[in-house]
């Protein structure tokens, strides 16, 4: 990778890993990427979905346990080379792949300084380009969003940027979607500007949270496509109450128990929108009527759990730091019906945090509509789209990406799909709008 990608990763990232991050062609073709993970670990990825931690050893040798588990793969990483891109990976040599790396600053909404990076496959030809929206979290997407080399590696072209307030750029931190969507505006415009005539098709890639913002962000500027990461159709209340019920479900509750565990999630769900003025008497009688059922404990949602055991003054106290403009009543279904450019929605089956059964249900009624919406339903996969095993305490250990889930992607933003992919259970558009 050219010595700009280094010179910034050098910059924002621990540097005892700093010269190992990159995308490797390995001697038999295939291709390896390396990046950050967690304090002095590398995590290595493949596109067909494979993928493992690295823990460092003698000199610069790095061994590799399964997925996100403790567990000893037998891969081992050697960088033999590591400032000229030298690699060996199970055995087989191979080189950094020299992308076209541009740095770059450019203004979001209300002229907030957001700092950005292109990166394009080799060559001179026209290339479709993803610009990828990062979901809720903090991390800089810079640092830690691999797609940014993923998609590089099979030919398209990734604009990543740190969201405000996060990474190196300036702002404070929100969740305000529209805010987002302005910034993720003005990100399409730079990576079109910076990649100049190699612009081919250009699109949003949006992970979870960036679900929301990505087709928001499409309805104020044209770009050819839209994918979604185990995204939500639903408002971010509503994905604690269909948390709450998919995790109550698994649990072997019935419709019953969920209604009540609704209660609390609702109470929690009116706290937190009020922005934390109203719902602490409705919090109080569920917790009054509920609190010693034998299911209680199970109730967790996606942030229900986080705030169902502290007092009324530690949800008032630790709330604070937690109200980031959040549109928690925010209704999806009005900006996708409106969407007319070409959807896909990449869903996990098992996904807890953000369940997929009912955005299903309502993708499928603007399939039924004529909108161009792809969906592909990955079985027994969690948020992120990764397949997982039970731990002993039940707790579940990712242990690699879903087959196809990353391959699905890159043709999605080439414009020719060809499945299958993976395990994944897929539905087209209607060839003509219903009537």
């Not at 990461?229 to 128990?257: H, N």
Request: with cysteine; glycine share 12%; proline share 5%.
């Amino acid at each position: 990778m050219l010595t700009t990608l280094l010179a910034a990763l050098l910059a924002s990232a621990a540097p005892a890993t700093d010269c190992h991050v990159g995308s490797y062609r390995l001697s038999d073709g295939s291709a390896l990427d390396i990046g950050h993970s967690d304090e002095n670990t590398l995590r290595w990825r493949r596109i067909d979905g494979s993928t493992g931690k690295l823990k460092r050893g003698a000199g610069d040798s790095w061994t590799s346990t399964f997925g996100w588990t403790d567990r000893p793969d037998g891969k081992d990483v050697q960088f033999t080379d590591c400032a000229k891109g030298k690699i060996t990976f199970d055995g087989k040599q191979g080189e950094r792949i020299p992308f076209t790396v541009q740095e770059t600053t450019f203004a979001g909404e209300g002229g907030t300084r957001l700092v950005g990076r292109l990166i394009l496959p080799p060559g001179k030809g026209k290339v479709p380009v993803v610009v990828l929206v990062h979901g809720s979290e903090k991390d800089s997407a810079r640092t830690f969003d691999a797609m940014q080399r993923e998609f590089p590696i099979e030919g398209v072209g990734a604009f990543v940027y740190d969201k405000r307030g996060t990474g190196a750029s300036d702002g404070q931190y929100t969740q305000d979607f529209s805010v987002l969507a302005n910034d993720a505006v003005a990100a399409v415009a730079e990576a079109r500007r910076l990649a100049g005539a190699r612009a081919g098709r250009v699109g949003y890639r949006g992970g979870s949270q960036g679900g929301w913002v990505a087709p928001l962000a499409a309805t104020r500027t044209k770009v050819d496509f839209v994918i979604v990461g185990y995204g939500l159709a639903i408002s971010p209340l509503e994905e604690d109450r269909e948390a709450v019920a998919f995790q109550m479900t698994l649990k072997g509750y019935d419709q019953s128990v969920i209604d009540k565990a609704w209660e609390l999630s609702d109470a929690v769900g009116l706290i937190l929108s009020s922005g934390l003025t109203d719902g602490f008497d409705q919090l109080d009688a569920a917790k009054a009527k509920y609190g010693k059922e034998p299911w209680y404990k199970d109730v967790r949602g996606d942030f229900s759990y986080l705030v169902l055991p502290m007092s009324n003054a530690e949800i008032r106290e630790k709330g604070k730091a937690y109200m980031w403009h959040t549109p928690w009543h925010y209704d999806a279904m009005p900006v996708l019906e409106k969407l007319q450019t070409p959807q896909l929605w990449e869903l996990g089956g098992d996904d807890i945090d953000a369940p997929s059964g009912e955005t299903l249900r309502r993708l499928a009624s603007l399939q039924a509509k004529g909108l161009p919406i792809t969906t592909a339903l990955f079985p027994h996969t969690e948020h992120g789209i990764t397949e997982y095993e039970l731990g002993k305490d039940g707790e579940r250990v990712s242990t690699r990406y879903a087959a196809g889930y990353m391959q699905l992607a890159i043709d999605f933003a080439k414009g020719t799909l060809h499945p299958p992919y993976g395990n994944s259970a897929m539905v087209f558009p209607q060839q003509t709008p219903a009537k």
